[in-house]
């Protein structure tokens, strides 16, 4: 089945202990990207990534680190989680960059930091 | 900058009822619109796109939205919603680069 896979679903952890969160896809797809959710804000871009090791930075990429060695997997890394990171983020993928393609969303990871 | 606009942020309608949620966005020159649907506790699905050609687009489950040139927008509609309809619905732009602008969202919950 295609799809975008994200680990963990759920994650408690306290301020300062760096966490990575997993999101895998099967579907070959070039471009990767993270959001987060908040209330009232909908879903903002934290980074992308349109191949394998390329990358850049979305419109709320501080606190927050990727990579993308291979094309399958797009790990977020946050460093030095802190509370107002706190929040739903998902994953997403699409075939390939340009404006049509279609992006897949993973199933979302809710990450509280204390 | 880009920025796309949704001017309801909640929405109560009865069943049978008819909806349309509002999308307005930003920007002046060619782009591709959509409209995602999140059910509680989901990830987000695809209802329906645009990318050209005519401008009144359907979607899953009998949603479709208009795409407006003059207007800037991109309304979602249904003439009657069901329970199975309450959601939270996002408008999103993508204008030539690869990266997606969402709106704010619209919750909508349908009474039975």
């Known amino acids: 089945e295609a799809q975008v896979t994200q680990n963990p679903r759920y994650l408690i952890t306290v301020t300062g202990k760096k966490l990575t969160v997993t999101c895998s896809q099967n579907?070959?797809?070039?471009?990767m990207s993270w959001y987060r959710q908040d209330p009232g804000l909908g879903l903002r871009q934290i980074y992308y990534?349109?191949?394998?090791?390329?990358?850049d930075k979305g419109d709320v990429p501080e606190g927050y680190k990727v990579s993308r060695k291979e094309k399958r997997n797009f790990p977020l890394i946050l460093e030095s989680p802190s509370p107002n990171q706190t929040s739903l983020y998902f994953c997403?993928?699409?075939?390939?960059?340009?404006?049509?393609?279609?992006?897949?969303f993973g199933p979302g990871t809710r990450l509280t930091v204390t | 900058a880009q920025s796309v606009s949704q001017h309801n942020h909640h929405v109560i309608l009865s069943e049978a009822a008819s909806l349309e949620l509002g999308c307005n966005y930003s920007?002046?020159?060619?782009?591709?619109l959509f409209w995602y649907v999140q059910y509680p506790g989901q990830h987000l699905q695809l209802l329906l796109k645009?990318?050209?050609?005519?401008?009144l687009v359907k979607g899953i489950k009998g949603f479709e939205a208009e795409f407006i040139k003059s207007k800037f927008s991109f309304n979602l509609r249904k003439p009657s919603v069901q329970w199975s309809d309450t959601a939270e619905y996002f408008c999103a732009v993508k204008s030539g680069a690869n990266n997606l602008f969402f709106g704010t969202g619209t919750r909508l919950t349908v009474i039975p």
């Open positions: 997403a993928s699409s075939l390939s960059t340009g404006p049509s393609y279609e992006q897949y």
């Open positions: 579907m070959n797809h070039e471009y």
């Open positions: 990534s349109m191949n394998v090791e390329v990358t």
């Open positions: 920007y002046g020159g060619t782009v591709n």
């Open positions: 645009y990318f050209s050609g005519d401008p």
